[in-house]
């Protein structure tokens, strides 16, 4: 239990620090760069991961890397800069709170994984709150922000259930700054084409970019992908709820954004889901002690010891074979003794 407890906490990085993503990309970042927004996001961070676990990909993992790269770094970024960018911070990261039930969802019909029901009832107790949450809301809803949204988190979904299924020859480390890397080496030549030269940022995004590339993304991805390793996708799904946890209660504390009644109950419910979906640790079997003496009866020595070179105690005789059973009697199949007729 404790095991398990140590990588949801770890796990849970990742959420936090995406649920702040939103804000600090709305408000920092250039909102007519998405392509350069992604690659400068993912190809940093790949690198300095990669530099620390001093790994290249082998054999299968040269294309693993390419295809998670491609949904978990490449098109999902993309997708999430667009989508932080047209949407409120809150309703940004609520649509990824939808995540859950998709990675359930994708990891039954890829890898067979049954959810459980206790995952199924917290992410449907975690929608619910999700919910709350979006009908609090006033205004209206960007609907370009909120398809790119929507294709994101089933995007990313595919993706995270692939990397908790191709875990081989490879540790969480290294497979995450090989699909990092991927990824922005797809994305440079694509941004340049588009967008045409990088932007250059001042300060304040200079900061932003900071925060994107190292705490935002390869801090959070690696303790991502290294509970998707430990823990069952439906408890890393539940877990991704505090995404817009984060983004609902950042919202209200720097943007100024008041929480009411019903948005108070859904944040309840949000947590609600997640202790749900917590995994439960399995009792292990007791070990089989040894049987006690007889109280009034001394335990059996095994006798001292024979020196070298005397001469073997001799064995006790073998007992008789026991008649065989009379008509009407028979083996008692517990004590092994004959019975009488």
Do not use: K
């Not at 530099?51 to 040269?62: D, K, S, T, Y």
């Not at 969480?172 to 941004?191: E, H, K, N």
């Not at 935002?216 to 817009?244: D, E, K």
């Not at 005397?310 to 009407?328: D, F, I, Q, V, Y």
Request: some cysteine; hydrophobic content about 50%.
């Amino acid at each position: 239990m404790e095991a398990n407890l140590r990588w949801v906490l770890l796990t849970a990085v990742a959420p936090v620090a995406w649920g702040a993503n939103y804000y600090v990309t709305r408000e920092f970042l250039a909102a007519d760069r998405p392509l350069w927004g992604a690659a400068l996001r993912a190809l940093p961070a790949g690198l300095l991961l990669l530099a620390l676990c001093r790994r290249r990909p082998h054999g299968a993992w040269w294309w693993r890397s390419a295809v998670l790269g491609l949904l978990n770094t490449g098109v999902f970024f993309v997708l999430l800069y667009v989508a932080s960018q047209l949407l409120a911070t809150s309703v940004a990261s609520t649509v990824m709170a939808a995540s859950p039930l998709a990675m359930m969802l994708i990891a039954w019909a890829l890898v067979a994984e049954r959810p459980a029901r206790a995952h199924l009832a917290g992410a449907v107790v975690g929608l619910g709150g999700v919910a709350l949450m979006l009908l609090t809301r006033a205004g209206a809803v960007s609907l370009p922000g909120l398809a790119a949204s929507v294709a994101a988190m089933l995007v990313s979904s595919c993706g995270y259930v692939l990397a908790g299924r191709w875990r081989d020859g490879a540790d969480a480390l290294a497979s995450t700054s090989w699909q990092l890397t991927a990824g922005g080496l797809l994305l440079l030549p694509l941004a340049a084409a588009v967008e045409g030269a990088p932007p250059t940022p001042g300060p304040s995004a200079l900061l932003a970019f900071g925060y994107v590339t190292l705490v935002a993304t390869a801090l959070a991805f690696a303790a991502w992908f290294a509970g998707l390793r430990h823990l069952p996708a439906g408890t890393v799904g539940l877990l991704g709820l505090l995404n817009p946890l984060t983004g609902v209660l950042l919202g209200t504390a720097v943007a100024g954004e008041e929480l009411g009644p019903l948005q108070v109950a859904g944040l309840l419910l949000v947590l609600a889901g997640v202790l749900l979906g917590r995994p439960r640790s399995r009792p292990r079997p007791a070990r089989p002690s040894r049987p006690e003496p007889r109280p009034g009866r001394p335990a059996r020595s095994p006798g001292p010891a024979v020196p070298p070179g005397a001469p073997a105690r001799p064995s006790r005789p073998e007992p008789r074979p026991a008649a065989a059973p009379t008509a009407g009697g028979g083996e008692n199949p517990v004590t092994g003794a004959g019975r009488r007729a």
